[in-house]
Nanobody
Framework: QVQLVESGGGLVQAGGSLRLSCTASGRTSSTYAMGWFRQAAGKEREFVASITWRTTSSGYADSVKGRFTISRDNAKTTVYLQMNSLKPEDTAVYYC????????????WGQGTQVTVSS
C-alpha cells in the first residue's frame, strides 16, 4: 500500500504563489508517475499536472501551462506543485495521486489540501 500526504495549501490573493508538497510512503519503489488533480466546489475532479518518476517527463492541463510547475525529489519520494500567478478559478481542493508501474491509471490518492485564491 501507498500513503500520500499533501501540504502547502492555503489562502492567497490573485496573482500570488503557493507551493504544494506531497510525500509518499509505503510501497513506493514501483512508482511510475505522480500527479496533481483538483476539484472545485460543484465540479468534477480534473487533471492538473503529472510527472514520471524515472524520466521526469511532465504534462500539464492547458489551464495551468506557464503558471504551474511540477517537480519531484526521488530521495524524499515527494512531488511538488509550484503555482504562480494564481487566479480565483484555481480555487479548489488539490489532490496528489500516484500511479504504479503495473497500474493503468492513478491508483493511490491523498486526502487533499484546500487552495483558495481571493480576487
Amino acid at each position: 500500500q501507498v500513503q500520500l500526504v499533501e501540504s502547502g495549501g492555503g489562502l492567497v490573493q490573485a496573482g500570488g504563489s503557493l507551493r504544494l508538497s506531497c510525500t509518499a510512503s509505503g510501497r513506493t519503489s514501483s512508482t511510475y508517475a505522480m500527479g496533481w488533480f483538483r476539484q472545485a466546489a460543484g465540479k468534477e475532479r480534473e487533471f492538473v499536472a503529472s510527472i514520471t518518476w524515472r524520466t521526469t517527463s511532465s504534462g500539464y492541463a492547458d489551464s495551468v501551462k506557464g503558471r504551474f510547475t511540477i517537480s519531484r525529489d526521488n530521495a524524499k519520494t515527494t512531488v511538488y506543485l509550484q503555482m504562480n500567478s494564481l487566479k480565483p478559478e484555481d480555487t479548489a481542493v488539490y489532490y496528489c495521486a500516484l500511479q504504479g508501474l503495473l497500474d493503468t491509471g492513478f491508483r493511490f490518492w491523498g486526502q487533499g489540501t484546500q487552495v483558495t485564491v481571493s480576487s
